[in-house]
């Protein structure tokens, strides 16, 4: 029997070098996920104990300081598709990082509520900014075959992020005993040291992604954009080899030439047809996946599971559950997307986290308690994990025009945080009038409703360049 030839052997080899590299990558600019799940999540363990410390009673403002990071992060949001347009995507992955490590040591050691505030918002503008700019870099540098699972990397990281916030939570908080009236509980380790060092333990992977920030290349589009040609060759010739480098700069070439043509501004474009659709489709999806309520699962666990008949020590732990979850079929996620498709994944998620949601206001309207609530909750965060937490980011990444793609994916990320503020500003007062039973209720509805936009509007994408995928969008 004849072994291979030492050509296949190192062609082989090749080809996993440059995958490997296209890999690392995208590795890096999804730290900036990760740093967006962590400070995005912390909020839900140490709440209870800043809200202690600065006296928080009312619904309204408990809704607000909650919520106050995205102001920020719909400012970023917004900001982020002109910067990554005039500067470039990785000075913006930079300027994220270092905003993350400034805004989340600060945050914890703030003394008002005035500076606690402000310093969410801060950290909030990174989180805008890199949720806007990782999965269109991870886009911009992944191969077609690649992509789904290198842009749903970007929700693995978040997702990681997550779970790292809700264990640092769970080791930083001491055991509280019952009955402590409030002044006892004002003096608790807890209320005046451990919910500081729960926002500042994100430093150090903040510095971690700004260091490497200076070692990943640009996105070849970007500097196709601005004529900077042997440049892009080079990092597409890294990413593919040069057969592929030649296709997609021509590719991409012939694009921009078709834009150029256009002579169009490019922010008043997405108010024109066929773009304009395509747009409302994004901001669409972009609504749904916050609207599903799940993020709520996330920042008011405690009120969720504490109106379960759960302790303040079991609390904590069910959240490490439910971050573990959420891991564990987002990793699920990433061997699907780009099996399965993006659009029977939508569609099975919408079904399973609205089922999810209805049964859980069953639950409650016939008051059942513990265990009965954390399985329906858990259930509901994996439908979502493996559905439209990864896909939603791997569609607003990829069904835009390439003319216009930084600020459509900025418009559609900015109305994702709009929905993201409406959806934990009302929570505190919407459960003191419906009750937890009524809001589970009317989000399954939301996610029934959901199934119908993605069943009637969004095609499958997978295994298409971006520039086919524009075509295919501007067909329907």
Request: aromatic share 12%.
């Amino acid at each position: 029997m004849q072994g291979p030839s030492i050509t296949t052997t190192s062609s082989s080899f090749v080809r996993a070098e440059r995958s490997a590299y296209a890999w690392g990558i995208a590795f890096v600019a999804a730290l900036g996920g990760l740093l967006f799940g962590y400070d995005w999540v912390v909020i839900g363990g140490a709440r209870e104990f800043y809200e202690t410390y600065f006296h928080l009673i009312s619904p309204a403002l408990i809704g607000w300081v909650n919520s106050c990071a995205l102001v920020g992060c719909l400012v970023g949001s917004l900001a982020a598709g002109y910067l990554a347009e005039r500067f470039g995507r990785r000075p913006v992955l930079l300027a994220s990082a270092i905003l993350f490590a400034a805004s989340s040591g600060l945050t914890g050691w703030s003394y008002s509520l005035i500076a606690f505030i402000m310093w969410r918002i801060v950290g909030g503008i990174a989180i805008g900014l890199a949720s806007n700019v990782s999965p269109l870099y991870i886009a911009e540098i992944s191969p077609a075959d690649l992509r789904g699972r290198l842009v749903s990397l970007n929700q693995f990281a978040i997702v990681v992020g997550i779970l790292q916030a809700q264990i640092v939570n769970w080791l930083i908080a001491r055991p509280v005993p019952a009955g402590l009236t409030p002044e006892q509980l004002l003096s608790t380790w807890n209320v005046q040291h451990g919910w500081r060092w729960m926002f500042t333990a994100v430093v150090a992977p903040a510095l971690i992604f700004t260091v490497a920030s200076f070692y990943i290349p640009e996105s070849p589009r970007w500097l196709l954009t601005r004529a900077r040609r042997q440049e892009a060759s080079s990092v597409l010739t890294k990413i593919g080899g040069t057969f592929y480098a030649h296709a997609e700069i021509a590719n991409i070439e012939s694009t921009i030439a078709e834009e150029s043509a256009l002579a169009q501004s490019r922010w008043a474009e997405l108010l024109r047809h066929p773009v304009r659709r395509i747009v409302l489709i994004g901001i669409a999806l972009a609504v749904l996946q916050q609207w599903t309520g799940i993020n709520v699962l996330f920042n008011y666990a405690s009120d969720i599971y504490r109106s379960a008949g759960y302790g303040a020590n079991d609390i904590l732990l069910n959240i490490v559950i439910t971050g573990a979850i959420n891991l564990i079929f987002t990793m699920f996620a990433m061997l699907l997307v780009d099996r399965l498709g993006r659009r029977w994944l939508m569609l099975l998620g919408c079904i399973g986290i609205g089922v999810s949601h209805l049964l859980c206001a069953l639950a409650y309207a016939e008051h059942w308690k513990g265990a009965a609530i954390l399985v329906l909750t858990l259930g509901a965060i994996a439908c979502y994990a493996l559905t439209l937490a990864p896909v939603t980011w791997v569609l607003i990444a990829e069904i835009f025009p390439n003319r216009v793609r930084s600020q459509a994916v900025s418009v559609a990320v900015s109305a994702l945080w709009l929905a993201s503020f409406a959806l934990t500003y009302t929570f505190p007062m919407l459960n003191q009038a419906l009750g937890t039973g009524g809001i589970f209720r009317t989000y399954g509805v939301i996610c029934l409703l959901g199934w119908a936009l993605v069943f009637f509007f969004v095609p499958e994408t997978k295994g298409r360049s971006l520039e086919d995928i524009t075509q295919l969008m501007a067909r329907r």
